[in-house]
């Protein structure tokens, strides 16, 4: 089946850094959308990807659709401590209102 | 607005056990509703979804099954748990909406 490879596994960094994951398919994907949990709750969607090339950004965070469709990728810039979570990549398929996830990026955030 | 209810948060259930676990969604009709389970430091695994009413779609083989008896509730069952069956599993309308999560722990 369809698999999403997300890289980082996770990452410590400092706070005022940038951060930088991605997403790669080994298909073509409709959409992709990237998640934050926080612990014990259900995912959040932070962003939403339509378009082949599309950059799209929400306040400190932004994110891009491949141009292959086979991949994506978030930025959060000038991390804070509230960012510290576990970030998802979710992609969708062509011809199906299914999502594949990836397995996470867990962030944390030093001050 | 659009909001959706799981329950409940946390279950602690003995092997064998039955399992009853609840969703509903309001302000939308007709929403595609997904149930999905977390492994521990995991990703999201679907495990049914629906389209209408009385519609379940199965994704992977497992103990469990769903049902959708109204527009807008979606519920997700078993006759007997195994210990596998532990995790966090999430009811989900569309992409962007998911329940809070309920953690089920089988002992």
């Known amino acids: 089946g369809q698999q999403l490879n997300q890289s980082p596994q996770s990452m410590f960094i400092q706070e005022g850094e940038d951060v930088s994951m991605n997403c790669t398919s080994s298909?073509?994907?409709?959409?992709w959308l990237w998640y934050k949990q926080d612990p014990g709750e259900g995912p959040v969607l932070l962003i939403a990807?339509?378009?082949?090339?599309e950059l799209t950004s929400n306040g400190r965070l932004t994110a891009q659709f491949g141009i292959t469709r086979k991949d994506s990728f978030l930025n959060i810039s000038a991390s804070i401590p509230s960012d510290v979570g576990i970030y998802f990549c979710?992609?969708?398929?062509?011809?199906?209102?299914?999502?594949?996830f990836g397995t996470g990026t867990r962030l944390q955030v030093f001050p | 607005s659009q909001t959706i209810h799981q329950w409940p948060a946390t279950l602690v259930q003995p092997v064998g056990s039955p399992l009853s676990l609840e969703c509903t969604v309001e302000?939308?009709?007709?929403?595609?509703l997904y149930w999905y389970r977390q492994a521990a430091g995991r990703g999201l695994q679907l495990l049914f979804y629906?389209?209408?009413?009385?519609?379940i779609s199965s994704e992977v083989p497992q103990n469990l099954s769903a049902s959708r008896p109204q527009d807008r509730q979606f519920i997700l069952s078993s006759k007997k748990l195994l210990l596998s069956d532990s995790g966090f599993y999430l009811c989900?309308?569309?992409?962007?909406?998911f329940g809070q999560g309920t953690r089920l722990t089988v002992v």
């Open positions: 979710a992609g969708g398929p062509y011809n199906t209102d299914k999502l594949i």
């Open positions: 298909s073509i994907f409709n959409t």
């Open positions: 990807l339509y378009k082949a090339g």
């Open positions: 302000g939308t009709s007709n929403p595609n």
């Open positions: 629906s389209v209408g009413i009385g519609q």
């Open positions: 989900a309308f569309t992409e962007a909406f």
